[in-house]
């Protein structure tokens, strides 16, 4: 009984505030606990005509790209069509300097956090967000992708920067881009974009599937697991219903990319469904040969490139795929993900190691078994082979990375 007369009690001092009282109370409490920024910020919600002027321009392959409002949201609108080699970016972007206060900026522990909240009609896809002044040089700096998973949904993404160089008189722009994403048409909508003056160490986390570009060295004690290819065979556009299980140079059995064939790799991940992948992973290649166009003037010409598979005959073997096998008489870009998952470089001496970082996103995917494996071509003219090696050989592709329950 005791208990029951002092619950009254309890609850009359917990609540016997006056209204004005109470909503001090809950104004100071959600000071303390939201991040700090400055009451100068940018916001654009697109609600009737921008505030701002925004631009887009796009770089390094044939594109077409416009920016329309509508609805409450901004459209980026990219044509690829005429972009032969899939190599191109766009952007839109504006200024946004006038909202931030930036002597705040220029103090100890302050850095700009830009957010926005998007959706696209393609997918899977990266995006990028960027921060840039009049002055920056390595626009690599204060910049991060982001995996837009699915076309169904609104997706915020948000990336804090670290040590940005922000003065009082400088111009500040902020960018939302696209990249490689194909040979078609493509738009992503944006229904806000922001960016704020914030405290670092009272920012808290950022929001959204993050990729880190450029991505971190990766190295093999890094990792838990190791798996060589269930299968690891080549596919050829011009003789689709030849199987080249066969190709070797001379006694050693290789695999070779060229204008017209395309290296598949598969594994075996079924032991792993329902696991999820901490943070990203790695793929390692024996290069044998190459040979490549120098001087062209073409961006990335002397790349190769890495897809992901997401459609195509499953549980093809070495010994019977075909082009038409593996294809059934698809387009490749109707069975690839046409954002690449990276492009290699091929390094300058024949026989380097290559260790290539795999988004977190990209791992998870092979786990769930929405990608089926890994295609490999050129973006330009040149043929690269590597060791095909044998399961459980040094010299088989290598796929390494930590799955968690």
Known sequence: MTGLKKTPNLTIMRFNLRPFDFFLLVLMWGLLSTPQVTQAQFYENFEGEPTTEWRTRTGDGDTQSSIAFR?????????????????????????????????????????????????????????????????????????????????????????????????????????????????DQFWVDVDYYRVDVVAADEAGP????????????????????????????????????????????????????????????????????????????MLELHPYSYYQAFDTGLHAFDHVRLVEILGGKENWIREEVTW?????????DELYNTQMIVDIDMPKQNGSLIRLHIPRPVIQRMLDGTTKGIAIYPLGAMQASFHLGAAQTDQAPQLYFNPVE
């Open 206 to 281: 950022d929001k959204g599937e993050q990729v880190v570009y450029p991505p971190p060295k990766p190295e093999p004690d890094q990792f838990s697991v190791v798996l060589s290819p269930a299968e690891a065979g080549m596919i050829d556009r011009e003789y689709e219903d030849v199987n080249l299980s066969g190709w070797r140079d001379g006694e050693k059995p290789v695999l070779t990319t060229d204008a017209t064939k395309t290296i598949l790799l598969r594994w075996d991940l079924e032991e792993f469904r329902g696991m999820k992948a901490d943070d990203y992973g």
């Open 71 to 183: 609805g409450g949201y901004g459209r980026i609108t990219v044509d690829a069509r005429q972009d032969r080699r899939n190599v191109w970016w766009a952007i839109m972007e504006t200024t946004v300097s006038d909202d931030l206060d930036l002597e705040r900026l220029a103090g100890d522990g302050y850095e700009l956090r830009v957010e926005a909240r998007i959706r696209s009609n393609s997918a899977p896809k990266r995006v990028n967000l960027h921060l840039n002044t009049q002055r920056t040089t390595d626009f690599h700096s204060h910049l991060m992708e982001f995996d837009i998973p699915d076309t169904d949904h609104w997706h915020t993404i948000s990336m804090t920067t670290r040590g940005f160089d922000g003065r009082p008189g400088d111009t500040v722009n902020g960018h939302l881009a696209l990249m490689d994403w194909g040979r």
């Open 324 to 332: 038409q096998q593996f294809t059934g008489g698809a387009e490749p």
